[in-house]
């Protein structure tokens, strides 16, 4: 007999990072290390405590242990964060089978018949108990319950080939006992599972497909998942979705594995009254992960949208999150509504993830790394939130709505496409911003770049459309601005105006005109011989415009013309700011980061 083979995920994943014999992800990493210069170094998952100036605790309960005593590199990899990490469920040889060894179970309305003289399957009236390793084909409706509870070692396989299993007790299918179990969505089949909708408060077995050992669901058909009385799918162990059109509605979790929950493939739609996708041991520093390496996801959660009590990694695959209704909506003073959260860390390193959410859209007790892919983000509070430090080395970062955009004790800018909206700062250190590569667009109606430290700029594009109101300012730093390298262009209200400092490497101007030029004038910055060394168009009222590139002297008079009008005049290298002087007076610093 020919092996039966389900198809893995697909080509576009191949390169993707695997662990173990099965999962060859350590490869290379393709973006190295990155270190803040002059401010935080960390090293694995178990370094220094991380400090932390967020004083939210909506996860709490999901965060205990690990939140409080890890801190990792800021600019660690998906390869890397998953090399720490334990392996998801899965070995070799579970993509085959002999379909002449599999053993076919018929539900039969409140009841079942299984093939003649085939062991390890005992029915009584509408409960089928599955007690030996092996593989089972199921099709058929009941109205019952299959279990599956066995001390064999070996995986136990269950195909669902067009099954309808409701429960109104308990759980639909639940794996009670085993050492390893697989469900199989056969080709072209439509499934479905429904579960109680009043469970004991007790109740140990709850979720409309439940295990208590690791779990891979694998294949091709469908499945329909109604979590009445609590979560949808639910694993105590480890989790792997490695294929399937799977539907999931559930009046608290989504989805949720207790080691970790890992995507390979297939396409999920959440629906959620609890957490999209839930990972919470928070006792041991491998596990508590969730890892997107493939697939199409899609989450609308009432509370958030990924929750992992260590990291979320991220490489591959199309995420979409929908949490607490939206940016627009109210945040919560019950529910945490964030978009993604990972005690520890998250990682983008590929993929597209989009995220649409009432609290933070990306957000993280310790650090976040933005290496590659594309990440939407709007958000009712901030776009992206790490307490300890937020990288971003390249792809493209688009923070479309926020009240803050980028908010982190250290921020370091690395590389990547940015650009950023935010009703109040745009970025926000609390203590060190550092900016060497990469293109940068603010928009902001509070500050544009904000360090209660220093600022360290050694080379990318920033362009800043700051503020119209004279409390804030298109730059605002509390220590000092040092500029080496790169081009910088800040526009924004004159009442706090500055620019890097006048003894930086490399020449700035700060010029406040003479009256407020209007949004979408086209603004150029000449040199005494009339040559332009910097263009700017205005997105809003703006009364102040810091230039610095290579291409400015000190010493030498720059002129801002609106209009063959000029508008205002200064020497680079004398920074008269506005009101207050660099990082002082009205306004001050930022405020310390918000959770």
């Given at each position: 007999?020919?092996?039966?083979?389900?198809?893995?995920?697909?080509?576009?994943?191949?390169?993707?990072?695997?662990?173990?014999?099965?999962?060859?992800?350590?490869?290379?990493?393709?973006?190295?290390?990155?270190?803040?210069?002059?401010?935080?170094?960390?090293?694995?998952?178990?370094?220094?405590?991380?400090?932390?100036?967020?004083?939210?605790?909506?996860?709490?309960?999901?965060?205990?242990?690990?939140?409080?005593?890890?801190?990792?590199?800021?600019?660690?990899?998906?390869?890397?964060?998953?090399?720490?990490?334990?392996?998801?469920?899965?070995?070799?040889?579970?993509?085959?089978?002999?379909?002449?060894?599999?053993?076919?179970?018929?539900?039969?309305?409140?009841?079942?018949?299984?093939?003649?003289?085939?062991?390890?399957?005992?029915?009584?009236?509408?409960?089928?108990?599955?007690?030996?390793?092996?593989?089972?084909?199921?099709?058929?409706?009941?109205?019952?319950?299959?279990?599956?509870?066995?001390?064999?070692?070996?995986?136990?396989?269950?195909?669902?080939?067009?099954?309808?299993?409701?429960?109104?007790?308990?759980?639909?299918?639940?794996?009670?006992?085993?050492?390893?179990?697989?469900?199989?969505?056969?080709?072209?089949?439509?499934?479905?599972?429904?579960?109680?909708?009043?469970?004991?408060?007790?109740?140990?077995?709850?979720?409309?497909?439940?295990?208590?050992?690791?779990?891979?669901?694998?294949?091709?058909?469908?499945?329909?998942?109604?979590?009445?009385?609590?979560?949808?799918?639910?694993?105590?162990?480890?989790?792997?979705?490695?294929?399937?059109?799977?539907?999931?509605?559930?009046?608290?979790?989504?989805?949720?594995?207790?080691?970790?929950?890992?995507?390979?493939?297939?396409?999920?739609?959440?629906?959620?009254?609890?957490?999209?996708?839930?990972?919470?041991?928070?006792?041991?520093?491998?596990?508590?992960?969730?890892?997107?390496?493939?697939?199409?996801?899609?989450?609308?959660?009432?509370?958030?949208?990924?929750?992992?009590?260590?990291?979320?990694?991220?490489?591959?695959?199309?995420?979409?999150?929908?949490?607490?209704?939206?940016?627009?909506?109210?945040?919560?003073?019950?529910?945490?509504?964030?978009?993604?959260?990972?005690?520890?860390?998250?990682?983008?390193?590929?993929?597209?993830?989009?995220?649409?959410?009432?609290?933070?859209?990306?957000?993280?007790?310790?650090?976040?790394?933005?290496?590659?892919?594309?990440?939407?983000?709007?958000?009712?509070?901030?776009?992206?939130?790490?307490?300890?430090?937020?990288?971003?080395?390249?792809?493209?970062?688009?923070v479309t709505t926020s009240y803050e955009a980028l908010e982190a004790d250290a921020i370091s800018i690395a590389g990547g496409d940015i650009s950023v909206s935010a009703s109040d700062d745009g970025l926000n250190a609390g203590s060190s911003l550092g900016i060497s590569g990469g293109a940068l667009l603010v928009d902001a109606e509070g500050d544009g770049l904000d360090s209660n430290g220093s600022i360290a700029m050694s080379g990318g594009d920033v362009v800043v459309n700051g503020p119209t109101g004279q409390g804030d300012g298109a730059l605002d730093v509390d220590g000092g601005f040092d500029i080496t390298g790169g081009s910088l262009v800040a526009g924004g209200s004159s009442g706090m105006a500055v620019a890097p400092d006048a003894d930086a490497a490399q020449a700035s101007v700060l010029v406040t005109f003479t009256q407020q030029v209007a949004a979408g004038t086209e603004l150029h910055v000449t040199s005494s011989d009339g040559t332009v060394v910097a263009t700017y168009t205005a997105t809003k009222a703006v009364g102040s415009l810091a230039v610095s590139n290579a291409d400015l002297v000190?010493?030498?008079?720059?002129?801002?013309?609106?209009?063959?009008?000029?508008?205002?005049?200064?020497?680079?290298?004398?920074?008269?700011?506005?009101?207050?002087?660099?990082?002082?007076?009205?306004?001050?610093?930022?405020?310390?980061?918000?959770?």
């Open positions: 007999m020919t092996p039966f083979r389900f198809p893995r995920p697909a080509a576009d994943h191949a390169d993707a990072p695997r662990t173990g014999a099965r999962r060859p992800w350590l490869a290379a990493a393709r973006v190295a290390p990155i270190v803040l210069a002059g401010t935080l170094a960390f090293a694995g998952c178990t370094a220094t405590t991380a400090a932390s100036t967020s004083d939210d605790s909506a996860n709490a309960d999901s965060t205990v242990s690990l939140a409080a005593t890890a801190s990792v590199d800021p600019g660690v990899t998906a390869v890397e964060a998953m090399a720490a990490n334990e392996d998801p469920p899965g070995e070799d040889g579970d993509d085959t089978w002999d379909a002449s060894e599999e053993v076919a179970i018929t539900l039969d309305g409140d009841t079942a018949t299984v093939d003649d003289g085939a062991a390890g399957v005992s029915v009584d009236g509408d409960t089928v108990t599955i007690t030996a390793a092996g593989t089972y084909r199921l099709s058929g409706d009941l109205a019952g319950q299959v279990v599956v509870d066995t001390a064999d070692e070996g995986l136990v396989r269950i195909i669902l080939d067009g099954v309808d299993i409701t429960s109104g007790s308990t759980a639909a299918l639940a794996i009670t006992s085993a050492d390893r179990a697989q469900v199989v969505l056969a080709d072209g089949s439509e499934n479905a599972l429904a579960d109680t909708s009043d469970y004991a408060d007790d109740a140990d077995v709850n979720a409309a497909l439940f295990s208590s050992a690791d779990l891979e669901i694998a294949g091709t058909g469908a499945l329909a998942v109604q979590g009445n009385g609590n979560d949808g799918i639910a694993s105590k162990d480890g989790l792997l979705i490695s294929g399937g059109e799977i539907t999931i509605d559930a009046v608290d979790d989504g989805i949720r594995g207790k080691d970790e929950v890992m995507i390979e493939g297939g396409t999920l739609t959440v629906t959620a009254g609890g957490d999209g996708l839930k990972a919470d041991n928070a006792e041991e520093t491998d596990r508590g992960y969730i890892a997107i390496a493939g697939g199409t996801v899609t989450v609308d959660a009432a509370g958030d949208g990924l929750d992992a009590a260590t990291d979320v990694v991220i490489w591959g695959g199309t995420l979409d999150v929908t949490a607490g209704g939206g940016a627009g909506a109210t945040v919560s003073d019950d529910t945490s509504t964030k978009g993604v959260t990972g005690a520890v860390s998250v990682i983008v390193d590929g993929g597209a993830v989009s995220v649409d959410s009432a609290d933070d859209a990306v957000h993280t007790d310790d650090t976040a790394h933005v290496a590659s892919g594309t990440v939407t983000l709007a958000t009712g509070d901030d776009g992206v939130h790490a307490d300890v430090a937020l990288t971003i080395s390249g792809g493209t970062v688009d000190n010493g030498e008079t720059y002129t801002v013309s609106a209009n063959g009008s000029t508008v205002g005049s200064a020497v680079a290298g004398e920074q008269v700011s506005g009101m207050g002087g660099p990082g002082g007076g009205m306004g001050g610093g930022a405020p310390a980061p918000r959770g």
